[in-house]
């Protein structure tokens, strides 16, 4: 039989996907990240925002389409919202899980679709979390899960209610996965890797327990208060440690920062991307802004502007205000007009870009190291270990490789080989 994992959303979902598709290889499962012809589709969806509900509803439809007369099983932040808008969708459907326990995907299958074990079975963590199967490697870029669930409730989330509170991976578990890492990178991701905890044992312990991995570690979205000397410190220490740090900024009024419940200042958070500097002089620091949030006006907009240059981001992810049905926002105030949201967006994207340009500037007839992608017309792409897209001249050789960057070029910059 063949199977089709269809993932929507983060790369959590992404990992979580990759430990399904290992578990349904192990039944003996032909299977595929495509959305193609199958037996069986696992759809893992997405709830961040309305539209990635939409979608998550739509693909349903669209794996039928490929075979009318497959099972279906749902998975995932949007059937944990809404789980009768896929239940009821179409008897094909036969399970839908949730956004936690996604081993009962395993377990279904392998009890050949007993229908004690389908139907709408949503449920809550029990507090533990989840070890599953370890995913496929993927050569280039590797994920490992160390986290999940969040219990920093920001009042425009509704991430919370759906993955649960925070839990964490034992430390000897996720030092073993990544230590075992074959990937020429290992991203380490949760839904909040900056919570993570093994008893009194934190991230800066676990980037201890992987300080001499071969591989380059870097780490997913982290919360302004992990930043300390102590985790700087940490970061240092580990061999191959690539300098990015994705610090979750959201706005940059103090003013619209209370109303989002983000518990830190503008101050506080300008004050910590010194300190990273301070430790990793070239590092790239990039981050997410909300636009348009309720509370926010034009003067609270422009400090969300004018932080974009004062942090020196790197490259910054913005995206519109998108109202959640159960958050407090969405209880508490009255959307912002589309076109005013828009136009804001529109300024922050053009301020965000000049600023990625800035700082890809600094990096002008230096060396940095690239993990090479792929190859097409003898011109090699990659990522450099501070997050810079790479253009490099010639078919690379997929091992880390150290390029000298001569010119922007495209989205990133352009290099040749070094040969000192």
């Known amino acids: 039989m063949k199977a089709v994992v269809f993932t929507l959303g983060c790369k959590v979902n992404d990992v979580e996907s990759g430990s399904i598709l290992r578990g349904l290889q192990e039944l003996g499962y032909e299977v595929s990240r495509e959305l193609e012809r199958a037996d069986l589709y696992i759809i893992n969806t997405c709830a961040v925002t309305a539209e990635a509900e939409r979608k998550s509803r739509q693909t349903v439809g669209k794996a039928l389409k490929q075979n009318p007369q497959a099972k279906v099983l749902v998975c995932g932040c949007a059937s944990e919202k809404s789980p ?11 399970a839908v899980i949730g956004a936690q326990k996604k081993n009962r995907v ?7 679709f007993d229908e004690a074990l389908c139907g709408m079975r949503v449920a809550e963590s029990d507090g533990a979390y989840e070890e599953m199967p370890v995913p496929e490697c993927l050569k280039t870029r590797n994920f490992v899960k160390i986290q999940d669930g969040c219990n920093r409730f920001c009042s425009y989330c509704v991430i919370p ?9 034992t430390l000897e578990s996720a030092a073993k996965e990544i230590l075992e890492s074959k990937a020429q990178e290992t991203v380490v991701t949760g839904i909040d890797i900056s919570d993570y905890k093994d008893g009194e044992r934190d991230l800066a312990d676990l980037l201890y327990a992987v300080k ?4 380059r570690i870097r780490l997913g979205s982290l919360e302004v208060g992990l930043i300390t000397e102590r985790f700087l410190k940490a970061c240092q220490e580990v061999k191959n440690f690539a300098p990015q740090f994705h610090l979750s900024l959201q706005s940059g009024s103090d003013k619209v920062l209370r109303s989002m419940n983000r518990r830190y200042t503008r101050g506080e958070y300008l004050e910590k991307c010194r300190m990273i500097y301070d430790a990793f002089p070239f590092a790239a620091i990039t981050t997410d802004i909300i636009v348009g949030f309720p509370t926010e006006t034009e003067e609270d907009f422009s400090d969300s502007l004018a932080i974009v240059e004062e942090a020196g981001f790197a490259q910054i992810h913005a995206f519109p205000y998108s109202p959640r049905e159960g958050t407090n926002s969405y209880k508490k105030y009255k959307e912002l007009p589309f076109a005013v949201k828009k136009e804001r967006l ?10 990625k340009e800035r700082y890809m500037k600094k990096f002008l007839g230096r060396v940095l190291e690239i993990v090479p992608e792929n190859c097409f017309d003898g011109v090699t792409e ?9 253009y490099a001249e010639g078919d690379l050789e997929k091992r880390p490789t150290r390029v000298r960057v001569e010119r922007l070029y495209k989205d990133g910059v352009f290099a040749v080989l070094d040969k000192e």
């Open 84 to 94: 009768k808008a896929f239940f009821e969708k179409d008897e094909r459907v036969i």
């Open 106 to 112: 395993l377990e279904i299958a392998a009890a050949g």
């Open 346 to 355: 529109d300024r922050l994207l053009l301020k965000g870009a000049e600023q």
């Open 382 to 390: 990659g990522y450099s270990e501070n997050y810079i897209r790479v």
């Open 161 to 169: 209610y759906l993955r649960g509170r925070s839990r964490s991976r």
């Open 212 to 215: 001499d991995a071969e591989t």
